[in-house]
């Protein structure tokens, strides 16, 4: 029902940085975090990052700890991803996606009362 719209992915060399961003058209009531989710080339997809709308707290992959940093603007409907020193590693489709639990993305995925966006490409050349 919620439709995510996902920008700022792109080619970066290793080391630098990325800012993503999601925005959402609208939320449900049952629209209560908003995360990030990446696919590589046969890979399974895999959780990044989360947070809840209500509050700060935020989870995260260990292999993007202390790199990337989640945040949100309430008043926009928009989530952003920050990524600092990049790695090949993290080249992905970088999807966003809306649920009711922030932690629940972090050790579930998203559950049939979520949405996805159509993901972003994040590239990091070694």
């Known amino acids: 029902q919620v439709q995510l719209v996902e920008a700022g992915g792109g080619l970066v060399q290793t080391g630098g940085s990325l800012r993503l961003s999601c925005a959402a058209s609208?939320?449900?009531?049952?629209?209560?975090?908003m995360g990030w989710f990446r696919q590589a080339p046969g890979k399974e997809r895999e959780f990044v990052a989360a947070?809840?709308?209500?509050?700060?707290?935020?989870y995260y992959a260990d292999s993007v700890k202390g790199r990337f940093t989640i945040s949100r603007d309430n008043a926009r409907s928009t989530v952003y991803l920050q990524m600092n020193n990049l790695e090949p590693e993290d080249t992905a489709l970088y999807y966003c996606?809306?649920?009711?639990?922030?932690?629940?993305?972090?050790?579930?995925?998203?559950?049939?009362?979520?949405?996805w966006g159509q993901g972003t490409q994040v590239t990091v050349s070694s």
């Open positions: 609208k939320r449900s009531s049952k629209g209560f975090a």
């Open positions: 947070i809840n709308w209500s509050g700060p707290i935020t």
């Open positions: 996606a809306t649920d009711i639990s922030a932690q629940t993305m972090s050790t579930s995925g998203v559950s049939q009362f979520g949405s």
